[in-house]
């Protein structure tokens, strides 16, 4: 058939029927791959429980910077302390790059005074400090800071981990998708037997 007479032929065809048409293709509500993570969840706001359901667990309270928690998961935090959890607050940054001072020392000498404050009125048993360069974060080896989430994770015998959120849409600080990164898979692998066995070794 001539191309002219095909599309001729074409756009003079009847239309198809709305009810055989295929249906459109929903919007992906997942990432791909398994433990997808969605979103589009629905909030569920959960009120004090009472008496101390979580005791015997441990929370690690992980923030790349000193304002963090405080400011997107304090109240969390208190929350699951005073219903039973023993709480580490861990900063992965110096915090070097904000706050007051006429210096980067007294600037990060400052956010760990701020920090140790904000573990002890949070009620945490202690706060972490693994002293990254801040807003350099995507500049260093996520498999190093992984492994030391590893120990961490391990020693403490973390039963819940609290970080910014790893498949984040439109996060532009590197500070908090790659430390949210190196958390997520931490905790993967944190409880199996093959990855760091010479943790065990040490008594872990």
Same mark, same amino acid.
């Given at each position: ?5 095909? @599309?001729?032929?074409?756009? @003079? ?31 569920? &706001? ?11 667990? &441990?929370? !690690? ?27 580490? @607050? ?7 790059? !904000? ?21 002890? =009125? ?16 995507? !500049? ?7 492994? =030391?989430?590893?120990?961490?994770? =391990?020693?403490?015998? $973390?039963?819940? $981990?609290? &970080? ?18 190196? &958390? ?21």
């Amino acid at each position: 058939m001539e191309r002219r007479r095909f @599309l001729e032929a074409s756009l @003079l065809a009847a239309p198809i029927p709305a009810s055989t048409q295929a249906p459109p293709t929903p919007r992906e509500v997942q990432g791909g791959g398994t433990g997808s993570t969605s979103y589009q969840v629905q909030t569920t &706001v959960e009120r004090r429980q009472a008496g101390k359901p979580h005791h015997g667990k &441990v929370l !690690a309270a992980i923030q790349p910077h000193c304002d963090d928690i405080p400011i997107f998961a304090g109240g969390t935090v208190l929350k699951l302390i005073d219903e039973g959890y023993t709480g580490y @607050l861990i900063t992965v940054t110096d915090d070097s790059m !904000a706050g007051t001072g006429a210096t980067y020392g007294e600037i990060v000498l400052k956010n760990e005074q701020d920090t140790n404050e904000v573990a002890k =009125r949070l009620g945490c048993k202690d706060s972490i400090f693994l002293n990254y360069p801040n807003h350099n974060m995507d !500049a260093m080896p996520v498999i190093e800071m992984r492994a =030391r989430f590893v120990f961490l994770f =391990r020693a403490l015998k $973390v039963d819940t $981990v609290m &970080v910014y959120d790893p498949s984040a849409l439109y996060e532009r600080n590197p500070d908090h998708y790659v430390t949210a990164r190196a &958390v997520e898979w931490a905790a993967a692998i944190a409880g199996t037997r093959w990855d760091y066995p010479e943790h065990f070794l040490a008594g872990l």
